[in-house]
């Protein structure tokens, strides 16, 4: 796995025209987040947006490589609730499994 410093900026179109919500460096939080190898082989395979080739549409708000990492996370982890971002939890709540209750 790679450090968790941050990468290069990230040269999406969300990014290169300035209409991604968030910055364009980003740090690996996650073991499934794309390595820079694998952005750049998935980076050509992107198709080119509809507005970029007159056709309309609107110019993302969100980096591509951003949201392939969320899939990729989702794919590897699934729900499981131990690898949900410790932000994500409620706290106080049930603590007892619902095979427990049998």
Sequence with gaps: ??????SPACDCLAHRFGNAADGP???????SDLTEAEWQVLQPLLPVPAWLQGRGGRPEGYCHRVMLDAV?????NGVKWVNLPCASRRTGGCTRSPAAGR
């Design 72 to 76: 990729r996370y989702v794919v590897d």
């Design 25 to 31: 460096v980003r740090v690996r939080c996650y073991g």
């Design 1 to 6: 796995m790679e450090s968790n410093g941050p």
